[in-house]
C-alpha cells in the first residue's frame, strides 16, 4: 500500500510539473515536444512502468480504437505511439487541473456527453485533428471489471461519418503494474498490441471487439 502511493504520488508531481511546463513554452514548438516526450517517459518510470509494443501502426492510421482501463493508459500510448497523437475523452478527470492544463496545451478533446451537440463537435473537432493519431476508447469509460467491456457507438460513428482509417490497440496488462481501484503498484512492462487496419463491412465494428477480446485475453 506505501509503495502504490508513494507511485501515485510521484505521477501526479509530474504530470503537474509537465502542466507548468507546457504552459511556459510555444505551442508544439521544439521545447515543448521535449517537455511532453521528457515528462511522458518520467511519468510511466514513475510508476516502475515500460512500455512494449507489438505489431505496427500504420504511418496513414487515422484513429486508433483502444481500449481504456485506467489514466495511465494515456501516458503509455503516449510512449509507445509517439507524440502525434490527440485523446478523445469525456469531460471530468480531463478538465480538472493538472490534466487538464496538459489537455488544453496539447490539444486533446473533450466530450460532454450532458451537451445535446457533443457529436456535431466531436466530428468537427476529430477533422481539426486531420494527419494525427486520435485515440478514441470505445468503451466510453474505463473498465471496473479488468475485461473490455461493451463498446458504445461514438468511435462507429466517427470511423464512418468521416471515413477514417482505423486500427484497433489492445492495453493488455496495465492493471497488473498500476491499479488505482486495488490500490496497487509493481514494476514491469505493460504490453501493447496493434492490430491489423480495419476493413469497413457491415459488421466490422462488431468484428474488432471480437478481435480485441481475444488479442486482450491471451
Partial sequence: MFSFYLKKYSMYVFIAAESVALSLCKRHGAMFNRFRQFFVVR???????????????????????????????????????????????????MDKWPVSRIVDRVGHITVDQKDSRAIIKLLKDVKICKGKKVIIFPEGTRSQSGKIEPFEAGAKLLVEKLKLKAQPVVIKNILDIYNESDKTATSGTIEIEALPAVTITDNWYEDIQQQMNKTFSK
Avoid: C, K, P, Y
Wanted: proline share 0%; aromatic share 6%; net charge negative.
Fill in 43 to 93: 511519468i510511466v518510470r514513475s510508476v516502475g512502468a515500460r512500455v512494449n509494443l507489438t505489431g505496427t501502426i500504420d504511418a496513414d492510421t487515422d484513429i486508433l480504437i483502444v481500449n481504456h482501463q485506467s489514466m495511465f493508459d494515456i501516458f503509455s500510448l503516449e510512449e509507445a505511439v509517439g507524440l502525434d497523437t490527440r485523446f478523445i475523452g469525456r469531460t471530468g478527470i
